[in-house]
């Protein structure tokens, strides 16, 4: 690892300041069961909705678990310390809710779901065809 300088200190000084003044940072944040949102409220006086369904550490969280949420990190971290769960504000806001394979498969999966006139045609087209075809059989 690098050894730290004065150059270096300095230059993460000035990217924290930065950071400080332009990253959305949570001042609070609330489970609401009836609805299974959280809500957080940010330092510009904004709030950010968001469906806990949709966040891959906690979409299997039970409301109790869901209830406890701490801001912590100077506004860019929000716990949950019932399951031992850690978000990043900035990623939420910015709609990034779990890992890079999870959000293309959670993507995917509602993708899937959707129907359209194109959608619709297309199958009728491919069913006329004789539909899919079949797997050969191993030797």
Same mark, same amino acid.
């Given at each position: 690892?690098?050894?730290?300088?004065?150059?270096?200190?300095?230059? /993460?000084?000035?990217?924290?300041? @930065? !950071?400080?003044?332009? *990253?959305?940072? @949570?001042?609070?944040?609330?489970?609401?069961? @009836?609805?299974?949102?959280?809500?957080?409220?940010? !330092?510009?006086?904004?709030?950010? &909705?968001?469906?806990?369904?949709?966040?891959?550490?906690?979409?299997?969280?039970?409301?109790? *678990?869901? +209830?406890?949420? *701490?801001?912590?990190? !100077?506004?860019?971290?929000?716990?949950?310390?019932? &399951?031992? &769960?850690?978000?990043? &504000?900035? /990623?939420?806001?910015?709609?990034?809710?779990?890992?890079?394979?999870?959000?293309?498969? +959670?993507?995917?999966?509602?993708?899937?779901?959707?129907?359209? +006139?194109?959608?619709?045609?297309?199958?009728? /087209?491919?069913?006329?065809?004789?539909?899919?075809?079949?797997?050969?059989?191993?030797?």
């Amino acid at each position: 690892m690098a050894k730290p300088t004065d150059a270096r200190l300095e230059a /993460a000084e000035a990217q924290g300041r @930065a !950071m400080l003044e332009s *990253e959305p940072r @949570a001042v609070s944040a609330r489970y609401d069961h @009836a609805s299974s949102r959280v809500t957080v409220e940010l !330092m510009n006086g904004c709030a950010y &909705v968001f469906p806990v369904k949709l966040v891959q550490d906690l979409a299997r969280a039970t409301a109790d *678990e869901l +209830a406890v949420i *701490e801001v912590d990190g !100077m506004g860019f971290n929000l716990n949950w310390p019932r &399951v031992d &769960v850690d978000l990043y &504000v900035p /990623a939420l806001v910015a709609g990034i809710f779990g890992t890079r394979d999870w959000m293309t498969k +959670a993507l995917a999966r509602e993708a899937g779901r959707r129907t359209s +006139a194109a959608k619709a045609s297309a199958a009728r /087209a491919n069913g006329a065809k004789g539909g899919r075809p079949r797997k050969a059989a191993m030797p």
